[in-house]
């Protein structure tokens, strides 16, 4: 008896089950880290486009000059709460974190007249115990998170309160090197286009290694001519960048900050025995734990990882504005901070994402603001576009995750 062939609509309907569409293959061929971020770079260039149509003066080189300075403190705080993700836990607290380091800075700095380096440092060590604080009270004592940090988040607001005083507001001088750094300098051309070239040459060189690293594992490899290829277009992505902004003031020294410390928190994501350690915590503590993962440990250092990128982000945002209020690290930054790593790409349920995924969300939300902002809209509409934004991403990241699960369990799958 000859064997009867499906109807199309029912092929179709089979394929979507046992993920052989095209779609599917494609999904599975993404890496974890990569997979939040291919949908959230999309909307980002979507974003771009539509304001463009809207107002062109988005995509003029000021604007765009300015959009990258206003993305630096909220990008750096976002970079720590990737790391906190990316164990599986949360902190709610590092808008209080930045807001309590924005006022040592200024307090120390203006009012005990010490040098702003020092008072600097003081503010960052303020992170590391808040972080250290939270992941030894996590790790010991059982203590979930999202309570803990909460807790935390009420408390630091009113210690900033006390440390600013009863005027509530300190302005630091504008002659002030940290006032200088974050809202005038900028690389000159030739510094600018040596980093650029210095860039690609390292990642040309990375690449070339890697490749030849899996050859010798026999391993699959991608093609010469794709890698090229893909050099290529970042080159070209890094040229166009630097050589538009370059026609107004250029690339500020803030956004070479952000972009380098995303570039370190990649690296020891991906190359060291901590970055595995963390993903490996934030998959599954107990299989960590089995394998002889330090989860504790691995735990603590992303709280102070986090604390500290929250109050070095509360460092930078002090410099941004030149004073320090009790309005600086409001609800607004930690709320901001933490849909900027979720719409870039990171999984609220731990175990996947990277550093860039705080530099593509941070850059989505600020675009989005400034956008709106060039359209003289409220700030309630911010509000409502930046929700609706961060609903979308978390949806798309519950139905990729449902998907791969159930891609990865074979009696799951409805055969023909």
Do not use: K
């Not at 000021?62 to 909220?74: A, F, G, I, R, Y």
């Not at 790391?83 to 040592?104: E, H, M, P, T, W």
């Amino acid at each position: 008896m000859s064997r009867t062939t499906a109807p199309p609509r029912q092929r179709a309907l089979v394929a979507a089950f046992t993920g052989d569409e095209p779609w599917h293959r494609l999904l599975h061929r993404i890496p974890d880290r990569q997979l939040g971020m291919v949908p959230v770079t999309g909307a980002l260039v979507l974003i771009w486009g539509v304001f463009a149509l809207i107002d062109p003066a988005f995509l003029s080189a000021e604007n765009l000059v300015n959009l990258t300075l206003q993305s630096v403190p909220t990008g750096v705080i976002a970079l720590g709460v990737v790391l906190v993700l990316l164990v599986g836990q949360i902190d709610l607290s590092v808008g209080s974190v930045s807001g309590l380091a924005a006022a040592v800075v200024a307090v120390t700095t203006v009012s005990a007249e010490w040098p702003i380096a020092l008072g600097v440092l003081l503010a960052l060590a303020v992170g590391v115990v808040v972080g250290l604080g939270y992941g030894l009270l996590a790790t010991r004592l059982g203590l979930p998170s999202f309570v803990l940090t909460l807790a935390g988040l009420l408390a630091l607001a009113g210690v900033q309160l006390r440390v600013l005083g009863p005027q509530g507001s300190i302005n630091l001088p504008f002659e002030s090197w940290l006032v200088r750094f974050a809202q005038e300098s900028f690389l000159s051309p030739l510094a600018a286009w040596s980093l650029v070239a210095c860039a690609v040459a390292v990642v040309t060189v990375a690449q070339l290694v890697e490749r030849a690293r899996r050859i010798r594992a026999e391993l699959p490899v991608i093609g010469l001519a794709r890698l090229l290829l893909r050099v290529a277009a970042l080159a070209a992505v890094l040229a166009v960048t630097v050589g538009y902004l370059g026609t107004e003031r250029g690339i500020g020294y803030p956004v070479v900050l952000l972009v380098g410390l995303v570039v370190v928190v990649d690296v020891l994501l991906r190359r060291t025995r901590w970055g595995r350690a963390v993903r490996a915590v934030g998959g599954d503590p107990r299989s960590a734990l089995l394998v002889g993962v330090a989860v504790r440990r691995t735990t603590v250092s992303c709280f102070v990882a986090c604390s500290t990128l929250a109050a070095l982000g509360g460092v930078l945002a002090t410099g941004r504005l030149a004073a320090a209020n009790q309005g600086t690290g409001g609800t607004e930054t930690f709320l901001t901070a933490i849909a900027a790593a979720v719409i870039g790409g990171t999984s609220l349920f731990g175990g996947r994402g990277s550093a860039w995924s705080a530099l593509v969300g941070v850059l989505v939300i600020t675009s989005i603001s400034n956008g709106l902002t060039l359209l003289n809209l409220d700030t309630a509409s911010r509000y409502i576009v930046t929700g609706l934004v961060l609903l979308l991403a978390l949806t798309a990241d519950t139905l990729i995750r449902g998907r791969r699960t159930r891609d990865a369990t074979p009696a799951t799958r409805l055969r023909p």
